[in-house]
Every structure is written in structure tokens, then in C-alpha cells.
């Protein structure tokens, strides 16, 4: 059994800054792969940004150049850097993690989900 914590969100004017940070618990060795969703009212569930094993990441067009995604190995946490903040970031953003647990079994797991509002 693993949870993830999410946190970070919160309301922050346009062109500010936010961290989010998601950390793993449980029955976790490491984390093999990781990602940022995000999902806007109206809109469908969309990647913001992903990061392998490998070090490899990926972003949404839209968050590039603007958002980071890292990871704290010792801390099985990993985090989005959230710059330059646009009103249309709004959303509730939710972390995704496949993990390989004590165990050797690979899973994917879903953070609760944390509000991120930008005010114009």
C-alpha cells in the first residue's frame, strides 16, 4: 500500500510562484516514474509534466519555460516549480506515481489532489 500527500496549492496572483510537492508513503522502494496532471473546469485531465527513471522530462506546451518537475530521491517527493503563474494554470492538480515497492511490485498510484488558483 502506497499514499501520496499532496501540498504547495494554494491562491497566488498572476506572474507568481507556487511549489507543489508530493510525497510518498508506504510499502515504496523508489520511484520509477512520476507526473504532474492537471484538470481545469470543463476541461479534460491533461499532463503537465513527466519525469522518468532516466532523468527524461516532458511538458505541456503551455508550461514550458514556466514549470519544473524534480524529484528527491531520499525523500520518495517529488515536486513542480510552478513560475510566471497565468490565470489559465487554474486548476486542480494531482500527482501520478508508478512506484517499485519493498516487495518488487510496480504500481501506479494518485495523489488527492491540490487546488492551484491564479488570480488576474
Known amino acids: 500500500q502506497v499514499q501520496l500527500v499532496e501540498s504547495g496549492g494554494g491562491l497566488v496572483q498572476a506572474g507568481g510562484s507556487l511549489r507543489l510537492s508530493c510525497a510518498a508513503s508506504?510499502?515504496?522502494?523508489?520511484?520509477?516514474?512520476m507526473g504532474w496532471y492537471r484538470q481545469a473546469p470543463g476541461k479534460q485531465r491533461e499532463l503537465v509534466a513527466g519525469?522518468?527513471?532516466?532523468?527524461?522530462?516532458n511538458y505541456a506546451d503551455s508550461v514550458k519555460g514556466r514549470f519544473t518537475i524534480s524529484r528527491d530521491n531520499a525523500k520518495n517527493t517529488m515536486y513542480l516549480q510552478m513560475n510566471s503563474l497565468k490565470p489559465e494554470d487554474t486548476a486542480v492538480y494531482y500527482c501520478?506515481?508508478?512506484?517499485?515497492?519493498?516487495?518488487?511490485?510496480?504500481?501506479?498510484?494518485w495523489g488527492q489532489g491540490t487546488q492551484v488558483t491564479v488570480s488576474s
Open positions: 501520478n506515481v508508478e512506484v517499485f515497492t519493498i516487495a518488487h511490485v510496480l504500481s501506479d498510484y
Open positions: 508506504g510499502s515504496i522502494f523508489i520511484i520509477v516514474r
Open positions: 519525469l522518468t527513471s532516466g532523468g527524461d522530462t
